[in-house]
């Protein structure tokens, strides 16, 4: 069963980590652009999915926390991230490698 639960939480995290940024994104874009910026920010705030699930996540860890699995399905949701930022990094330095191949960026 644990091994199900680790799995899960790695496929919850994925998604709400995505979500997260994706929402910080907009809430960055919104700030950027001119007009009232109250009634934009408190829409992107308010209408997106990303704290809607977030508040669902936070739910289902707090009902799922006196589980045996909780442990695995909680080092599942953590390890999503960091997966993320550790292929992000490789990305980027696989776009910098080629663009010094191409003479684009000075080294």
């Given amino acids: 069963m644990e091994p199900f639960a680790a799995i899960g939480g790695f496929f919850i995290g994925l998604i709400a980590w995505n979500r997260a940024i994706f929402w910080l994104h907009s809430l960055w874009t919104v700030w950027k652009t001119e007009g009232n910026r109250f009634g934009t920010i408190a829409a992107a705030i308010l209408l997106h999915s990303a704290p809607w699930l977030l508040g669902v996540a936070g739910v289902l860890l ?11 399905f909680l080092g599942g949701m953590l390890a999503a991230p960091i997966l993320v930022l550790v292929n992000f990094a490789f990305l980027l330095r696989r776009r910098r490698r080629a663009a010094l191949k191409r003479g684009e960026v000075a080294p």
């Fill in 62 to 72: 707090w009902v799922l926390r006196s589980n045996a699995a909780f442990p695995y």
